[in-house]
């Protein structure tokens, strides 16, 4: 794309809010493939999401796509640089390289390109990130109706594998055992959480020094758990602040049997690489009890049966 415009009151082509956040710079990532239908409602919300921010960068990480995904994220008046991997390599290769190319002392918003940011939402996330602990935050996420989306989770565990697997995600959700976080207090009003779905990430520039480059052998899904457990396991915050909202269209997965069971082979995968054999293997048998239930009852995929066996 074109050199980025040096004038007074822009960097990288983003025009500068000068008040609200002082000196933090912030460089926004997402990471596209065969993203057209989308990323042009993400770059467009972002103005108004982005209010009260000092310094920003729009960074669009291109996965090889086949879409016009590139030609629309150049055009755009946001003024975003574009890189083209010219691969596939998955969502976590995108993030690292967007931030092999960033200051070191800039904060990092990652964003799915099917993300919609509210007026202010960022500068209400930083709002909530005044304790020095807190390393990540997140807003709460609302469906296209307007629906609170239940985007809080639990660590993986056996108990959450099995409740799941034998009541149902919203029941066992609804109990306290389930994966799903389903508190209406917590979604009112806020706190410490051990982590939530990736769709959007604000994590500050000393966790980003501390934490690393996020893992590349998650291609899709388990990335931000993996991470957000990299976060916590250095004493650091993830932090739900519901005064910061955006919409997530979503739901990609629902749709292709490829991605339900990368899915649900990298929730396995993730497990295993904390935990030993004896309770990998129950984890996992937890996981195919409750796939084969689902293909039985009719709300299931095959696709995610067979990769919870491991086919």
């Known amino acids: 794309m074109d050199a980025p415009m040096k004038q007074r009151g822009f960097l990288n082509g983003n025009r500068i809010a000068h008040g609200q956040m002082g000196a933090r710079k912030l460089s926004i990532v997402t990471v596209s493939y065969n993203s057209a239908t989308v990323l042009p409602g993400l770059l467009d919300s972002l103005s108004a999401g982005l209010d009260g921010v000092d310094e920003y960068e729009v960074i669009v990480v291109d996965n090889d796509s086949h879409d016009h995904s590139v030609d629309l994220a150049a055009a755009h008046p946001i003024g975003a640089t574009v890189i083209r991997t010219g691969r596939n390599g998955g969502y976590s290769a995108g993030i690292n390289a967007a931030t092999a190319t960033i200051d070191a002392s800039a904060d990092l918003l990652v964003l799915n390109p099917d993300i919609r940011l509210q007026p202010g939402s960022i500068s209400r996330l930083y709002a909530g990130m005044s304790n020095s ?179």
């Open 133 to 311: 602990s807190v390393a990540v935050a997140v807003p709460q996420v609302r469906g296209e109706d307007g629906i609170v989306a239940k985007s809080i989770r639990r660590e993986p565990s056996i108990v959450t594998a099995w409740s799941e697997a034998l009541l149902g995600g919203r029941l066992a959700a609804r109990i306290g055992l389930g994966e799903i976080v389903d508190s209406s207090a917590l979604y009112r009003e806020g706190g410490q959480i051990e982590w939530a779905t990736g769709a959007i990430l604000l994590v500050t520039a000393d966790a980003r020094e501390l934490i690393g480059d996020w893992d590349e052998s998650f291609f899709l899904y388990s990335e931000e758990v993996d991470y957000l457990q990299r976060v916590r396991a250095a004493g650091l915050d993830v932090l739900y602040v519901p005064s910061s909202q955006a919409v997530h269209i979503g739901g990609d997965y629902h749709s292709s049997d490829f991605l339900t069971a990368l899915m649900t082979t990298n929730r396995i995968k993730y497990y295993r690489r904390h935990h030993g054999a004896l309770a990998s293997a129950l984890f996992q048998s937890g996981i195919i009890a409750g796939e084969a239930l689902r293909l039985v009852i009719g709300s299931g995929r095959r696709s995610a049966l067979n990769a919870a066996l491991g086919r």
